[in-house]
């Protein structure tokens, strides 16, 4: 939805995602290819993952490793997409080291504040739409 709301169109686009979860990584590949998007699909055990990460014109990490994405890692204007979540010093981070990448990008999601929020609200969203299935099965 965030990727929508900013009109992101991933039609073409090389889009790597840091993540084999059931919850983020494998419906997100689905999800992008069915928009046309080439995906690579990587995460934590990825050998040289530098090598996947900074091609793509869209990046996407979720794995709850604060930091595993550093400057380097991420291409010139890219969108980058932080849906991990992680202590650091006692601070809540996410995957992607933002201070340092966010003058990289055309655009960033901050953690925290960024893909949980709206987490949230789609979460609420599909309990009103189920909710008014219900009612008309009733």
């Known amino acids: 939805r965030i990727l929508e709301a900013y009109k992101v169109n991933l039609e073409g686009l090389n889009m790597c995602i840091?993540?084999?979860?059931i919850l983020v990584g494998k419906p997100l590949t689905i999800m992008a290819t069915n928009r046309f998007a080439?995906?690579?699909?990587?995460?934590?055990?990825?050998?040289?993952?530098?090598?996947h990460t900074s091609t793509a014109d869209v990046l996407v990490?979720?794995?709850?490793?604060a930091h595993i994405i550093k400057f380097d890692m991420v291409k010139e204007g890219a969108v980058a997409v932080d849906v991990g979540i992680a202590k650091l010093c006692g601070k809540t981070v996410g995957d992607i080291d933002f201070e340092n990448v966010k003058n990289r990008v055309s655009m960033i999601t901050p953690v925290p504040g960024g893909?949980?929020?709206?987490?949230?609200?789609?979460?609420?969203?599909?309990?009103?739409?189920a909710v008014k299935l219900q009612r008309c099965l009733v």
């Not at 840091?18 to 979860?21: A, E, G, K, P, Q």
């Not at 990490?61 to 490793?65: D, E, I, L, Q």
């Not at 893909?115 to 009103?128: F, K, R």
């Open 115 to 129: 893909v949980g929020p709206v987490t949230v609200a789609m979460v609420i969203d599909n309990l009103l739409n």
């Open 38 to 51: 080439t995906v690579t699909m990587c995460h934590i055990k990825t050998k040289n993952l530098k090598e």
């Open 61 to 65: 990490s979720a794995t709850g490793v």
């Open 18 to 21: 840091v993540s084999n979860s």
